[in-house]
């Protein structure tokens, strides 16, 4: 996966998110144990959780989790305190639940959907046909030629049953297929991907319609990077209306995915990412940005994930914020996930030699700038500016 252009996201909306009624007083939003205590010279939603006042506008704050969220109490506060739509970053992925043919472990799937009920959240599936993290007993048979296209999109059907039922009205939203379009100008749907390769073009629509047949209440979606917001052509966009444009034809899609991992390397064009969410809206569908980061360059001496230049620490939270307005001035769409809170739990050290600093919360759980610039994007969305006509 190339993820070093940049994704992603948008907004001048913030005007739009920031007009509104409501005085000061109204702000009396609940306080959360993970919030810091305010001063006395405060604004009143400074303890507000990011859940709270996602839900005054009818909105969802997720992040994604992994078990040792669920058990660790200081992850586990953080997680239930300020998010209430949970992605499992790898629970549900094919290679965990059948790890070997035949023999499932459904245990990470199943807690994470059982602390979601617990704590009044709903879940994102995450991710039923892409060509990453499928298990070793598939990949090594499909090499050694022991299954036609046929047969291939049979165990995708019985996996996508199989995985679905389980859950079956448990699932808010699905991520059904995952990364197909090429990073090329013009993008379009990857030849070289390997289920286009095994199983043939016709995997996806297929994908759509078993999901659709397998859980008729979930919301289906399809989910990549870089397809809002890219700065340059914006082709993996117009590749992204394409493939959404064919399956409302041919089979079922209820929303898009983008998923916002950014690079503060990287130019990126914020009203465009605003207009390309309303453009999917345009077209009926439902958007969330379901993988939010925004990574830089790091000291690698210190354990605290210092970037090496300080205006990135200026960089880093601005655009969290204007990724937020872009999702928040759009009613098409309905939720915005990081990937992971916390800078010591990110994927992204392991995967970006020398960039760190993700997240939202540092690598000791306190809540950085990022997170901040989240709650008073939400803050105003929810309530507006104090009101001085009067
Ligand atoms: O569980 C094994 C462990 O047993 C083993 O000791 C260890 C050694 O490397 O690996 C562990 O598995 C790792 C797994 O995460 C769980 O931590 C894999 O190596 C590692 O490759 C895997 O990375 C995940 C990555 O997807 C795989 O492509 C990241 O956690 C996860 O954040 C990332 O998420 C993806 C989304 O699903 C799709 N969009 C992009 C996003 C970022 O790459």
């Known amino acids: 996966m190339d993820m070093r252009r940049r994704s992603v996201l948008a907004a001048g909306a913030a005007g739009a998110a920031a007009v509104l009624t409501g005085g000061a007083k109204a702000m009396a939003a609940t306080q959360t144990a993970t919030a810091p205590a305010a001063s006395s010279g405060d604004?009143?939603?400074?303890?507000?959780?990011?859940?709270?006042?996602?839900?005054?506008?009818?909105?969802?704050?997720?992040?994604?989790?992994?078990?040792?969220?669920?058990?660790?109490?200081?992850?586990?506060a953080i997680a239930s305190g300020q998010f209430n739509v949970y992605t499992p970053e790898n629970e549900m992925k094919w290679e965990v639940v059948e790890p070997t043919q035949g023999n499932f472990d459904w245990t990470g799937a199943d807690n994470l959907v059982n602390y979601a009920r617990a704590h009044k959240a709903k879940v994102r599936g995450h991710t039923l046909c892409w060509h990453n993290q499928l298990p070793g007993w598939l990949t090594t048979a499909v090499a050694n030629g022991a299954y036609t296209k046929t047969q291939l999109l049979d165990l995708l059907q019985q996996h996508i049953f199989t995985e679905m039922g389980r859950y079956r009205g448990k699932i808010w939203q699905w991520d059904v297929c995952n990364e197909?379009?090429?990073?090329?100008?013009?993008?379009?749907?990857?030849?070289?991907?390997?289920?286009?390769?095994?199983?043939?073009?016709?995997?996806?629509?297929?994908?759509?319609?078993?999901?659709?047949?397998?859980?008729?209440?979930?919301?289906?979606?399809?989910?990549?990077?870089?397809?809002?917001?890219?700065?340059?052509?914006?082709?993996?966009?117009?590749?992204?209306?394409?493939?959404?444009?064919?399956?409302?034809?041919n089979s079922h899609i209820d929303g898009i995915g983008i998923q916002g991992h950014l690079d503060t390397q990287y130019g990126w064009d914020a009203q465009r990412l605003r207009r390309d969410i309303e453009?999917?809206?345009?077209?009926?569908?439902?958007?969330?940005?379901t993988e939010a980061d925004v990574r830089t360059f790091i000291e690698t001496t210190d354990a605290a994930q210092t970037p090496t230049n300080g205006l990135?620490?200026?960089?880093?939270?601005?655009?969290?914020?204007?990724?937020?307005?872009?999702?928040?001035?759009?009613?098409?769409?309905?939720?915005?996930?990081?990937?992971?809170f916390g800078d010591s739990e990110s994927w992204v050290p392991g995967f970006f030699?020398?960039?760190?600093?993700?997240?939202?919360?540092?690598?000791?759980?306190?809540?950085?700038?990022?997170?901040?610039?989240?709650?008073?994007?939400?803050?105003?969305?929810?309530?507006?500016?104090?009101?001085?006509n009067s």
């Open 180 to 249: 197909f379009l090429t990073d090329s100008n013009p993008s379009g749907v990857n030849q070289n991907d390997w289920w286009i390769v095994n199983a043939g073009a016709e995997v996806i629509p297929l994908a759509f319609k078993w999901a659709r047949q397998a859980d008729p209440d979930a919301l289906l979606f399809y989910n990549d990077y870089n397809i809002g917001g890219e700065d340059g052509s914006n082709a993996k966009f117009n590749a992204a209306v394409a493939l959404a444009e064919s399956l409302q034809q």
């Open 43 to 76: 604004v009143p939603w400074a303890n507000a959780s990011l859940r709270d006042l996602a839900s005054k506008i009818g909105f969802r704050i997720g992040t994604a989790l992994d078990p040792a969220d669920l058990t660790t109490p200081a992850l586990s």
């Open 312 to 340: 990135e620490e200026l960089a880093q939270p601005f655009e969290y914020s204007e990724l937020l307005k872009a999702a928040l001035a759009v009613p098409a769409c309905i939720s915005f996930t990081v990937w992971g």
């Open 279 to 289: 453009a999917f809206g345009n077209m009926g569908l439902k958007v969330a940005i």
């Open 353 to 388: 030699k020398g960039e760190g600093y993700a997240d939202i919360y540092d690598v000791n759980l306190n809540p950085k700038a990022a997170y901040y610039a989240m709650q008073s994007d939400l803050a105003f969305a929810a309530y507006g500016a104090p009101d001085r």
